[in-house]
């Protein structure tokens, strides 16, 4: 199968005015701009950590400011959007784990009625999204 410019697969005009109809591309179009909102503040977070070793060294004049300072702008630059997005990708990795974890109590029979692992499991995932 080829693949677009974007990484996805290539559609045929066909094929695209299907999605087009059925509504599907704006939906498609959000996640992507969604994933990019979260390498947009993972990068910052990643220039923000790699201020905390020791082992940096900047240019004589370039920056003249402690790691505090610099990981403080640096963080404060993230654009709301980005950082809300990285945050609810976090929340929904989370949620996956907890759908993994439940399957395993179903696979390994460990949802007997002395030990309900995975209703548990289930009802605090809820119970999570509620907060």
Do not use: W
Not at 63 to 69: L, P, S
Not at 78 to 103: C, I, N, W
């Amino acid at each position: 199968m080829t693949k677009s410019r974007h990484g996805g697969p290539a559609r045929t005009p066909i094929e695209t005015a299907d999605l087009c109809a059925s509504g599907q591309v704006r939906a498609l179009l959000i996640t992507e701009r969604d994933e990019a909102l979260v390498h947009v503040a993972a990068a910052y977070e990643a220039a923000a950590r790699r201020t905390e070793s020791e082992d940096v060294e900047y240019p004589s004049g370039v920056i003249d400011m402690e790691g505090e300072e610099l990981r403080e702008i640096l963080r404060a630059l993230t654009p709301a959007d980005a950082r809300a997005a990285l945050e609810a990708y976090g929340r929904e990795k989370v949620r996956e784990g907890m759908r993994r974890a439940a399957e395993i109590c179903d696979d390994e029979n460990l949802g007997s009625p002395r030990c309900n692992c995975r209703l548990f499991i289930l009802a605090e995932m809820e119970k999570d999204a509620d907060q």
